[in-house]
Structure formats: structure tokens, C-alpha cells
């Protein structure tokens, strides 16, 4: 019987896996904070013309760019949160870095750890290790 599973995909740290993280989380922060940039000076413009058209436009309009301008602060302030995590990751220790699906063929008597607990190891980027395949 074919019975489809989820498998943990972790990663080995190393110094380069570490630093790759690290770059790619400050390469999003500089993303956020332009878009944030963007925000305010487009919202500036929203509001001029929120103005020309009535009160409750310029309600809603500081509405909604407060609305974008805390989301990405949200952002912001989780990826300051996993960057000091990445920081403090020991060398050689795993870390999960998602899932996959697929499918694992059970028969009777099969130990039911094939279906469960599937994992691919990789140390900067190949793969070293399967378990419970």
C-alpha cells in the first residue's frame, strides 16, 4: 500500500550555512525597511488626495496605510527575532528547514517508523543523510 507522509527537512549547521542564513535574512530586512520607506511616502501622496475628496477618506486612507506600515514592522521585528536565533546556533547542530511529502510503500509487518519521523539531512546544501527511509 502506497501512503503518502510528510518528511522533515533539516540542515546541518555550518559556518557557511550560518552565514548564508544571515545574509539572506538581512538581504529581506533591507527590503522591508524600502518598502516601509515607500509606504510612508506614498501614503503621504494618498493622503493629499484623500483630502481633496472628504473627511472620510482621510480616515480611511491613514487607516489602511497604518495597516501596511504594522504589518511590515511585524516583519521586521521577526526577522530581528530569527536573525539573533541563527546567531546563537551551535556548529554541527540541525535545524529544521521545512517539509517535503512522499511516498513510503507499507506492508504487513512493516514497522510503522517508516511512515513516521522521515528525515533528509543536509550539510551546505547535499544531502548526507537519510533516515528512516
Known amino acids: ?3 503518502k507522509r510528510t518528511i522533515t527537512l533539516k540542515a546541518k549547521v555550518t559556518p557557511e550555512f550560518q552565514q ?3 545574509r539572506d535574512l538581512q538581504s529581506t530586512l533591507q527590503r522591508l525597511e524600502l518598502e516601509l520607506q515607500q509606504i510612508e511616502f506614498q501614503g503621504k501622496r494618498l493622503l ?3 483630502e481633496k475628496q472628504g473627511h472620510q477618506q482621510v480616515i480611511a486612507a491613514k487607516q489602511q496605510i497604518e495597516q501596511e506600515k504594522e504589518k511590515r514592522l511585524e516583519m521586521r521585528g521577526r526577522l ?3 536573525m539573533a536565533e541563527v546567531k546563537q546556533w551551535e556548529e554541527g547542530s540541525e535545524v529544521v528547514q521545512g517539509a517535503l511529502e512522499g511516498w513510503v510503500d507499507l506492508k504487513t509487518g512493516d514497522s510503522i517508523s517508516r511512515l513516521l519521523g522521515a528525515e533528509i539531512l543536509t550539510e551546505n546544501g547535499k544531502i548526507i ?3 528512516h527511509e
Open 1 to 3: 500500500m502506497l501512503v
Open 20 to 22: 548564508e542564513m544571515i
Open 48 to 50: 493629499l488626495e484623500a
Open 80 to 82: 530581528r527575532q530569527k
Open 129 to 131: 543523510e537519510l533516515r
